[in-house]
């Protein structure tokens, strides 16, 4: 008798992963309107691979914050959004107005070698 194969690997095309994550409208709304302190639970900082840029490293995420709530974890690189590359803070922004005008946006992220595809439900 054969035994079938898994059909995980076939699915996630060996990208390490996809997660889905609802989260309410007015939670982000309300933490994106104070770019204060929201810079304050999050370090950013541009990363360079072979000398170019390659996303942006994210760092000392406050555990309560925005950020920990969206899946996001020390060390992540984020990578994109709906596929397109994020290279500078302000592709970053476009990230925040992606979530903030849809319902649903993809989030491409590396977690320890390993690419990773956020999807966010806003409701």
Do not use: C
Request: proline residues 6%; aromatic residues 4%; negative net charge.
């Amino acid at each position: 008798m054969q035994m079938p194969q898994p059909m995980a690997d076939s699915l996630s095309g060996g990208d390490g992963g996809q997660q889905n994550i609802t989260l309410q409208r007015s939670m982000v709304e309300e933490s994106f309107n104070d770019m204060n302190k929201l810079m304050t639970e999050i370090a950013i900082t541009p990363n360079m691979e072979d000398g170019q840029p390659n996303g942006l490293s994210l760092n000392r995420i406050s555990p309560n914050s925005i950020f920990r709530r969206m899946g996001l974890r020390n060390g992540d690189v984020l990578m994109g959004v709906n596929g397109e590359p994020i290279q500078s803070p302000e592709d970053a922004m476009r990230m925040y107005n992606s979530i903030k005008s849809s319902g649903e946006v993809q989030v491409q992220v590396k977690r320890r070698g390993q690419d990773r595809t956020i999807i966010y439900n806003l409701q």
